[in-house]
């Protein structure tokens, strides 16, 4: 998971935004008196987000007496989602902030949409919110989508306000079957406390990530069988065994938790493997 810069823009603006092109002026009015209620649901967005206390905000589908959920769920579809809608820069300011695009949830996949951390369906007052609205592959998404905490461990790591970059979490391990497959899983570092490590494996297992790495993983080493051939028969388990480590330190630079990371430094510590397990 990859950390991204909170978006800064003021939730009661963007809903503005996307409301300010609406003909029908009762329905206009209607939706304009939400927005003291965006802007507070913002704020306990945000004090509930860093206290793990997600699981605590309600869900509805009326909102102020007589905003139905699928109304303002309509405002972010046709009003910020849709192309050449009026808050549509807004949405393709927060899709662009990860680097080179990759989902900051699997960090492997493009980014193509945005996912709301809180389902706009059971979270209407959230359905626009910046703060809620995540730059997401599409197979992220459609994992998560229905989903919604119940308590603090089922509260998905969310790159606005959670960052676990800097240790290392993401471990792996080979079965030698045919073909090999290399098995991903969570391996936290000991200071980590119970509700992280619950979190951590809760986002983890909900988007099939080991799934997901794992048939990446097979089909990189299909691709290198050669290359290691080569390099074995220079200079034998040890060049092997240099060479996938090197690999594994160049990509851990950049991401230490990469499934290609992970990958080469378990191959390149496992002595059956650097002895031609490949073949
Ligand atoms: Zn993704």
């Not at 909102?63 to 009003?79: D, F, I, Q």
């Not at 369906?121 to 905490?149: E, F, W």
């Not at 092997?240 to 090197?246: I, Y």
Request: net charge positive; charged share 25%.
């Amino acid at each position: 998971m990859k950390s991204l810069a909170k978006p800064t823009e003021v939730p009661a603006d963007v809903f503005e935004t996307c409301i300010s092109r609406i003909k029908k002026i009762r329905l206009q009015n209607k939706l304009r008196a939400c927005k003291p209620l965006i802007t507070s649901a913002s704020l306990e967005f945000e004090n509930k987000v860093s206290a793990l206390q997600l699981h605590t905000i309600n869900r509805e589908i009326i909102v102020n007496g007589n905003v139905k959920a699928k109304e303002l769920e309509k405002v972010y579809k046709s009003r910020m989602a849709k192309k050449g809608s009026p808050g549509r820069s807004l949405y393709d300011k927060l899709l662009a902030a990860p680097a080179h695009g990759i989902c900051p949830l699997c960090s492997q996949r493009i980014a193509t949409t945005l996912d709301h951390h809180l389902p706009k369906a059971l979270y209407p007052r959230l359905a626009i919110v910046p703060i809620n609205l995540v730059p997401s592959c599409t197979d992220c998404n459609k994992l998560k989508r229905a989903k919604y905490p119940l308590n603090s461990a089922q509260e998905t790591l969310h790159p606005y306000f959670d960052n676990i970059e800097k240790d290392l979490w993401l471990d792996a391990n080979l079965i030698r079957t045919s073909p090999i497959v290399v098995n991903y899983f969570i391996n936290p570092p000991a200071e980590w406390n119970a509700i992280l490590i619950d979190r951590v494996k809760y986002h983890f297992d909900s988007l099939s990530l080991n799934k997901l790495y794992s048939s990446n993983a097979g089909s990189e080493i299909v691709q290198i069988k050669d290359q290691l051939d080569r390099i074995y028969a220079r200079s034998g388990k040890e060049g092997v065994r240099l060479h996938l480590l090197e690999s594994a330190e160049s990509r851990a630079k950049v991401n230490s938790n990469s499934w290609k990371a992970v990958m080469y430094k378990m191959l390149g510590n496992d002595i059956w493997f650097c002895d031609k397990g490949w073949t």
